[in-house]
């Protein structure tokens, strides 16, 4: 069962490492969409921690990442694009 989640991370070398971020982000096999730099929301049947682990190679240790499981209940202001992702997509 896929389940929903928010990917938060700042990079200390944010535009030679997010081109990599994303590539992997959007091989974990399912729905997503980036609302922002740095923030992913995806679909996926991987857990926190296997989601962590694929994207654990391309962080060095001044790097922070968090990933959330998140339930469909959310707001907040976007461009309704996104809104109409996550409503079809992601619940």
């Given amino acids: 069962m896929k389940k929903s ?9 944010y535009y030679q490492k997010n081109k990599q971020i994303e590539d992997i982000i959007k091989e974990l096999g399912g729905d997503y969409v980036c609302p922002q730099p740095g923030t992913w929301i995806i679909k996926t049947r991987l857990d ?24 469909n209940n959310f707001w907040g202001l976007q461009e309704e ?5 996550i409503r079809r997509y992601i619940f």
Avoid: A, C, M, R
Wanted: aromatic share 16%; glycine share 2%; charged share 20%.
């Fill in 81 to 85: 694009g996104v809104w109409k992702f």
């Fill in 5 to 13: 989640y928010i990917i938060n991370y700042e990079l200390t070398n």
């Fill in 48 to 71: 926190p921690i296997q989601i962590t682990e694929e994207l654990k190679p391309v962080f060095s240790p001044q790097d922070h990442l968090l990933v959330f499981q998140i339930k």
